[in-house]
């Protein structure tokens, strides 16, 4: 890291840039609503007026060393509906999360390749089209009217730059305001602006996708006819993931941390070329430099996958950043073409902001619309145990019962509202060619559902099994009674529940094909189901934060869990599971057809900070990524964690303020998240190697 980048990591950790700030309110455009409703301004262009009218207060910044500029100043993006307006459309209508388009993936490419002139001109030339309705002119004109004042913007910027000095920034912007991207740097430049631009139409966890692969042309461009050294462009690069972090704060999610700003490397093409290159090489050593958690990195691999590069991502591990994240081309690419991915998009995928996976460009999924809790699903259905005469008969009332809980979901789910989101529609393949916005849909309008408290709900299955139907040795009174008091008054039930029973992550067949029966009775619950847009379901085995929300309604389980106690995260073992080391966990969790649960959800496995001692334990840890990837293995993440440090951290977390920890699906600072997810990360299972 040189002095200009150290310089700069540095104020922007120190948040020296939050001066520039203001409020709507201070710019008094905190009621734009108001006005819009008065005059009774229709849903999309009152999008792109908020955007026009943000633009417009936003005051450019260029801190001290910048080459990549912009720098959000206004903390919050205005509602376009009143209260009131709000309030009728849930009247009639789903509302998803803000209601807002998120947590999909633009295509950043064409518009990079092409320029915002072309955009413009695309536009224009849809317009002259005498069939077009209302509706379709009223949202081109609305996208045409967010490029005309983002190039202003970026005129504006383009002027302070030359004012202060800045003369290489200038030419730069004055560039590509009007055509596309010719080199390495000017493509950066647009991408933050692109990538801004949809921050501040208030759209929110938008992944960088591809990057090393659309970035790529450039790079290698660059370097072949000597424009810059592999020097430059490393600091470059590094000077553009600066710039995540820059209002990362300011970007909407559960917890601080949790904004989306994703990021994929590597993959096999339609081909069968590994596209891991030079660029997503340095991506690693830049994010192993910088230390922080944006951009979260997310690696595409496969059974061939060199040994290289799962030591490069080991490396990120062993500082602590909880990321890379790896995903399986060999399970993820066959799984998306079983739900109705045409193959050309599925070894396209990325992944959103966790873990879900999802196409660039052509898909508006909704990806985590919602979970069914597995473990509440075994547990509603203990009142009939007495009525079964086989473990079989009870297992078919808990299929009944997450196919009753599945009804509702999707029934709630109809009529869904999103607001219209003309700027990342430019970004989106085919919009200006329909003349209709992302948030009516695209070429797939899936949704996921999360599955939650698998192992605990397996746990309780075997333990069901094992006692109830084969020994007979907790009879139905005991069980239900125990479940009831919380275990207080069966004390030798739970521990022998906890302790005796078997439990998924220790290689044990019996309790690891109950996993995979669960799993696709849940893919099996879903199918053949059409959601409202003509999409499909797709279940998954990720949580989201729903394994804090259902652990909390849930009570005393099975399986000698109590009331109080936590379910894991994601596609994880129990907290208090005897363990016999990741490889065992790794055995168990990749038993199942993960190919049925394609909306993801990665095992999660927490190591303490001392096993790094030495780069032998870095390639163990290489080792045992692969070994997961060649069993079958969908998705893996990887938390290195110190218990002791942890501890310390909540009691002063002043000094701790950039320890960084892996929460869900996505990597924030500790001491910004709130209690009960701190301790969650406290109580999971370390692990050696």
Known sequence: MNNRISKLRTYILDKRHHQYRRTPQELGINDLCVRFEKENISPVTRASECLSELLA?????????????????????PDIYTPAEWEAIKQNH????????CNISPDYAYTIRHGLEARKQEIQDRLKDESLTDTQKEFLNATYSCIISLQSFIERYANYALSVGETEIAETLSAIRTRGAQSFREALQLLRILHFSIWESGNYHNTLGRFDQYMYPYYIQDIENGVLTKEEVFDLLEEFFLACNKDSDLYPGMQQGDNGQSLVLGGRSLSGEYLFNDLSRMCLQVSYE?????????????????????????QLTKIGLGFPQYSNDDVVIPGLVRKGYAKE????????????????GVAMDIPNIDALSLIDCVKECMGKLKDCPDYQTFYAYVEQEMNRRLDRICEKERNIYLIPAPMMSLLMDGTIERARDISEGNKYNNYGIHGTGLATAVDSLAAIKKYYFEEHCIDFDT????????????????????????????????????A?????????????????????YRAGTGTAMYYIFHATELGATPDGRKAEEKIPANYSPSLFIKQKGPMSVIKSFTKPDLKNTINGGPLTLEFDQSVFRNEESVAKLGMLVRTFITLGGHQLQLNTVCKEKLLDAKKHPENYRNLIVRVWGWSGYFVELEECYQDHVINRIEFGI
């Open 290 to 314: 910088l230390e922080l958690i944006d951009p979260k990195i997310n690696i595409r691999v496969d059974k061939d996958t060199p040994a290289e590069i799962y030591e490069l991502g080991s």
């Open 94 to 101: 789903y509302i998803h999360e803000r209601g807002t388009v």
């Open 345 to 360: 998009d599925a070894v396209n995928y990325v992944v959103a902001a966790c873990w879900e996976f999802i196409i660039p």
């Open 516 to 536: 995979k029966d669960l799993l696709n009775s849940f893919d099996k619950a879903l199918d053949k189901r059409v959601n409202e847009r003509g999409g499909i």
């Open 57 to 77: 207060k936003e005051e450019p910044v260029i801190l001290e060393g910048e080459r990549i500029v912009f720098t959000r100043t206004i903390t919050e993006i």
């Open 479 to 514: 069980w239900i009674n125990a479940l009831k008091d919380n275990f207080s008054q069966e004390p030798e039930l739970q521990q022998k529940l906890r302790n005796e029973a078997p439990k998924m992550g220790q290689d044990d067949d019996y309790v690891d094909l109950i």
